[in-house]
């Protein structure tokens, strides 16, 4: 008595059990419900809190952070239609825990392309995804005075003719066409569709804008490096731009080697020879200035060159794959682009002979260009562009107010909120296009047709014009038609694009008729460029005999 009970081995087993049973209690409890408490809070303060009448209205949401991330990354066209019915054409969205107010229509698109960059900046919206694949001091790491005296883009008239060859030659020895290299017009082949037009992109790109030393390093370690930097320019690079992964390591690694060997180039160009590369982009930027006189210097010159390969390389390859599909599926098109070939370029009758093709004959083929116009305008690559917004910026009542009600005022766009304008959603909307998710190239030569008007306002041809340095542009921000975007960040490759794919496709359909059992794919919108499902093989088979 009096004293302490000693406590046997059992009992203390026992104890040490109901402890580590509660522990586990405990913790099962948390995980259950403190995400449960989180779901619950998040919904009760999206119904039960008001919100700021200034405030565009926010997409409803279960779980915080994650927001609508999964439903605008499957398929932000179906999610940006859902959300126009309940909320009209701006409402704001959580991405992993960002702010994203989205503008819908070309008035959405004037607002977010057409306002001032230093307000509606592009350099806060993109720098963490862009600098560690391009480099820094060029693009978006610079102020955009500073990109806007960088981004010129010279003449390429002589680029058809490289083109033309490059495409020629590889068909002719990649296994992807070895049923065509039998020489037999009986036998049909298959390519998948977006590996073949990936190859023929680099190939003409490094052939032509890209230099000659590119173009004969690409089969060597170029290639490698060129896929793992590529592996840096992906959606998840751009909703986490650093994390502990290897290919996050094989990014920077691949940046440094392409910068070095870009670098090297311009070195030995700047001592040496460039009489014979004087149309391509090194050579022109060798010869630019900025402003104050100061020429620039190798690592800017090589990380504009990574700039523009990263650029043109999935939206141009992207493209050429969505054309050939369509025109694989659309016989009445394909006969119609190869009699127009025929008709320009076809040397007296004479089966599968063509005069070669040139810079401006490639202007005068409607067919041609409605085809590529019609391709953009259903599959533009890019579905989505941002900006970060540098102030509150106020909505233009005809965009979108909140509803007389609550009085008459203005939705403001709070600082730090990304806008977001989707050319995807004015391409398709069926309000504007007639028949809007059928590709109908057709629609190009109507002149009375509202393609035609879309495109008078989207180019030079109508609208308001504007220099931003390269030549008088439209500010074209708010027409149903971007695919190239609008404003000061225009693309600069358009042109070139419009060049790169018009002489790929007019070489594929001279040599070969396509046609695809499958049919047309789906959008995988998973990819940061909007890429065809699989399957995509498109099946060939050639018009003559060599
Ligand atoms: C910008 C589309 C090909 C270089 C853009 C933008 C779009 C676009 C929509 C605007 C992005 C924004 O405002 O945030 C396309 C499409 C192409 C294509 C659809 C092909 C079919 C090319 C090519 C090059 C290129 C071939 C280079 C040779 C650039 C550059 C910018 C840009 C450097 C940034 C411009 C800036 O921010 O000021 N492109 N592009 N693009 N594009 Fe392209």
Redesign the pocket.
Known sequence: TGGVLPIPDAWSGYLAQAQEMATTRVILFALVNIPLLAIVLNVLRQLIIPRSKTDPPLVFHWIPIVGSTIEYGNNPMKFFVACQEKYGDVFTFILLGRKVTVCLGPKGNNFV?GGKSTVFN?ED??THLTTPVFGRDV??DVP?EV??EQ?K?HNFRAYVGMIEQEVEEFIASDPSFSTYQQNDITAWGAIETVNALSEITILT?SRT?QGSEVRENLNKSFAQTYTDLDGGFTSINFMFPNLPLESYRKRDRAQKKMSEFYVDIIKKRRVGDSGQREHD?IAALLDQKYRSGRPLKDHEIAH?MI???M???H??S???SWALLHLADRQDVADALYQEQIKHFGINGQPGKFRPLNYEDLKELPILDSI?RET?RVH???HS???AVRDDVPIPPSLAAPSSKSGSGTYIVPKGTAVL?S?LFAQMDPKIWKNASKWEPNRWNDPEGVAMLALKEYTDEGGETID?GFGAVSKGTDSPY?????????????Q???L??GTILATLVRKMEFKIPTGVPEHNYHTMITMPKTPRNVHYRRRHFD
Do not use: D, W
Request: hydrophobic share 55%; glycine share 10%; with cysteine.
């Open positions: 392309l592009a919206a993109y693009v978006y955009n990109f806007m981004k883009i790109a804008l982009m504009i700039a523009l390969l650029a043109g390389q939206t141009s992207a493209t050429g590529i953009l533009p690559p890019i562009i941002l900006r304008a050319p931003f971007q695919p190239f975007g609008a404003g000061r960040h225009r693309c600069i490759g358009e070139f694009a419009y790169q794919l």
